[in-house]
């Protein structure tokens, strides 16, 4: 069985987000919402960070059932055109659940 992946994620609107109208940036968040369900991932957390960060407006954590989950919906967001809109980076990972106990327990 494949182990769930998890994409944190920090990013900025462009220039260009700032050009649509509200209505025609609600269809896209829409649509990219739209997108991330179908893909089977969730987004648990987003945060604004526009009050700490004078690089990224918001970061978060999505998760995806698997790597294809992640695949099909970066292809989604190519064909919404949201890198247009929007510039970020990004980090998979998988969690170690043995070495998440282990740090925990030195942490303590």
Known sequence: ?????YKLFVGRFSEAWYHLSQDEQNSLLTKLNEALEKAGGKRPILCDSSWSSDQW???????F?????VQQYTLALKKLNWFRYCESTNVLGTIDLQKSIVSSKRCV
Do not use: D, K, R
Request: glycine share 12%.
């Open 57 to 63: 407006s918001f970061g978060g954590v999505e998760e």
């Open 65 to 69: 059932p698997n790597l294809e989950a």
């Open 1 to 5: 069985m494949s182990q769930p992946i």
